[in-house]
Antibody, heavy 116, light 112 residues
Framework: QGLLVESGGGLVEPGGSLRLSCAAS????????MAWFRQTPGQGLEWISY????????LYADSVKGRFTISRDNTKNSFHLQMNSLKIEDTAVYYC?????????WGQGTLVTVSS | DVVVTQSPLSLSVTLGQPASISCRSS???????????LHWFLQRPGQSPRRLIY???NRDSGVPDRFSGSGSGTDFTLKIDRVEAEDVGVYYC?????????FGPGTRLDLK
C-alpha cells in the first residue's frame, strides 16, 4: 500500500514563494507518474500538475502555468512543487498523489495560505 | 475543458437504505486506449480523498462490496446498497481521460 507524505506548506505573502515536497514509500515510485492536486472551499478539487517517471512529460493547469514548477528525484523517492508569484487564490490544501489519470494514492495534504 | 457534474449535491439517507449518485461529463470519457478513466472518491471529514472505484466499476482493495459503479460514455452512477455510518462524507467523481483532469462538485452524504 502506497504512502505519500507532503511537507512545506505554510503562510506566505502574495508574490512570495513556497516549495512543497512529497515523500513516497510502499510502491515503486520511479515507475509512476506523480501529481499535485489542491482543494479550496470555493473551487473544490483541482488537478494542478503532473510529471512522468523520468520527468520528460510535464503538464500544468492553466491556473498555475508559468508560476509553478514540478520536479522529482527518483533516488530519494520524492517529488516537489516550486510555487512562485503566489496569489491569494492559491490558498488551498495541496495533495500529492500517484498516477494523475487514476488518483491511486493520496497524501494527507498540506495547507498553503497566501495572505498579507 | 471537460465539465463534470454530480447529482444530487446532498443526500440524507437512513442507515441500511440504498443511495445513488449520478455523475455526468460534458464529453465522452473513453480514452484512445479504450479505457474509461472515471473514478469515485470518498472524502471523510478531516481526511484526504480516498478512491473507492476506478475506471467506472472496479472496487479498490478493502472497499466493501456494497459499493458499485456503473455507466459509460458520459453518464455514470455510484450505488451504495445499504448505507452504513462510515459512509458519511463527500463523494466525488473524477475524470482522468482529458487533461486538465477534473472533478465533480461533490455529493455530501449524511445520515437521516
Amino acid at each position: 500500500q502506497g504512502l505519500l507524505v507532503e511537507s512545506g506548506g505554510g503562510l506566505v505573502e502574495p508574490g512570495g514563494s513556497l516549495r512543497l515536497s512529497c515523500a513516497a514509500s510502499g510502491f515503486d515510485f520511479a515507475d509512476h507518474y506523480m501529481a499535485w492536486f489542491r482543494q479550496t472551499p470555493g473551487q473544490g478539487l483541482e488537478w494542478i500538475s503532473y510529471i512522468s517517471q523520468t520527468g520528460g512529460d510535464i503538464l500544468y493547469a492553466d491556473s498555475v502555468k508559468g508560476r509553478f514548477t514540478i520536479s522529482r528525484d527518483n533516488t530519494k523517492n520524492s517529488f516537489h512543487l516550486q510555487m512562485n508569484s503566489l496569489k491569494i487564490e492559491d490558498t488551498a490544501v495541496y495533495y500529492c498523489a500517484s498516477e494523475p489519470r487514476t488518483g491511486d494514492y493520496w497524501g494527507q495534504g498540506t495547507l498553503v495560505t497566501v495572505s498579507s | 475543458d471537460v465539465v463534470v457534474t454530480q447529482s444530487p449535491l446532498s443526500l440524507s439517507v437512513t442507515l441500511g437504505q440504498p443511495a445513488s449518485i449520478s455523475c455526468r461529463s460534458s464529453q465522452s470519457l473513453v480514452y484512445i486506449t479504450g479505457h474509461t478513466y472515471l473514478h469515485w472518491f470518498l472524502q471523510r471529514p478531516g481526511q484526504s480523498p480516498r478512491r473507492l472505484i476506478y475506471q467506472v466499476s472496479n472496487r479498490d482493495s478493502g472497499v466493501p462490496d456494497r459499493f458499485s459503479g456503473s455507466g459509460s460514455g458520459t453518464d455514470f452512477t455510484l450505488k451504495i446498497d445499504r448505507v452504513e455510518a462510515e459512509d458519511v462524507g463527500v463523494y466525488y467523481c473524477m475524470q482522468g481521460t482529458h487533461s486538465p483532469f477534473s472533478f465533480g462538485p461533490g455529493t455530501r452524504l449524511d445520515l437521516k
